[in-house]
């Protein structure tokens, strides 16, 4: 049949056969040929002669179009096609591949599987058209920018209740920490600051997006004006007297590492805790832990120097005084403070007008002046007058008539002016 002629040659093979061809006119020799095709001389010889044998044909590598060697069974590849529909549905080839390596004991590479779910109709090639941005170059030290913000996802799929994703990534090294929270507020981003700190120390500074929770709308106050200050939001405050600085980027593809790290975890962290059968925060958080190392061994880079920026705190340092949120309220003459809706009586002697009221992370409250802690209770109604107690006693002044020799009574007296006068010359 005349279909039986065809040959199929890529373009690369149709290159060696043209140059194998100029070999066999004469025009031109095998060492040239050797430079041309980028092949060895015993190899270019090999070409000619298989040329000479079979024709153009001779050129197709004798392997095309047969099953190789190391080929999986097609009961394997079934089996794994199998597992994806049923259990793995939207899972990524990379993730894929770890989860059948770790849960089913089937060891095979992503690019093989994603070549079977290609075939399969499992799924798609999808190209990412990028959008260029100017780079930025990564801080060379560990510990001297974290990334930081929230990620509202639903992580448990319906299993749980919402949950909030606070995470940290530090700029140099890609070290991530992160703890879940029921919702993204001041409390929370303190809590994981926190908790970082306990962990790494102090970064040198903190970069984190214009969320009320991070960056105050407040209008300045005339006091403001005249002492040339921004208002701050809570964690701007505690930040300051940490000493870390506070950067606000303008987009979020301004801190684009900790926005592709949500990403990452949006899509590999909920297929985990899916495949653990999480279904509260508690349990998210105890799993959390050991999926961070695991993550930070796998993922982490070196940074480009070597020193650790991370500021340890001092020893004794109250963080808890620092991280929380501070409220300056009335102290008024009955030694009461109001606060959110209830009334609390100051057990201690201040000589002051105004308190501050600390909200902990931990839900307790305290009540302090110049950094000193003052005793106080709940109360649900002012104190009354005590009874039976001696009213002040009130001196009745008695009127004050001067001396006789009071130089208010030796004042000269002016003779009364002649009415008649007055009435001729007009002045009455």
Known sequence: MAGEDIIMLSQEELKRLHVVKKILEGGLKQV????????????????????????DR????GS?????????ASEVKDRAIRLYQEKYNDFGPTLFSEKLYEVNGLKISDETLRNWLIQSGDWQKA?????????????????EMIQMDGSHHPWLEGRGPEMVLM??????????FGRF???EGTMPAMDCFKRYTGLYGLPLSVYIDRHTTYKSNARPTIEDDLLGRTPLSQ????MEELGVRVIHALSPQAKGRIERLFKTLQDRLVKEMRLKGIKTIEQANKFLQGYLRRHNKRFSIEAHEKEDLHRPLAEGFDLDGVLCVKTKRALRNDFTVAHDKKLYQVLESANTKDVIVEERINGRMHITH???ALGFKEIYSRPLKEKGKPQKSFKIRKKHIPPKNHPWRNYPVLPKPDISILVKTGHF
């Not at 260029?132 to 560990?142: I, P, S, V």
């Not at 995470?167 to 890609?174: E, H, L, Q, R």
């Not at 964690?235 to 505690?238: C, K, L, T």
Request: hydrophobic share 25%; glycine share 6%.
């Open 127 to 143: 190209r990412k058209r990028k959008t260029h941005r100017k780079w930025r170059e990564r801080k060379r030290h560990y510990g």
């Open 370 to 372: 110049n950094n000193r």
């Open 58 to 61: 001779g050129v197709i590598h």
């Open 32 to 55: 040239e040929a050797s430079a041309i095709l980028m092949l060895s001389d015993r190899q270019v010889r090999r070409v000619v002669r298989k040329v000479k044998t079979e024709g």
């Open 64 to 72: 095309r179009g047969r099953p190789s060697n190391n080929r999986f």
């Open 181 to 183: 929270y029921e919702y």
């Open 235 to 238: 964690f701007e405050r505690a």
């Open 167 to 176: 995470g940290c990534i530090d700029d140099a090294t890609n070290k991530i």
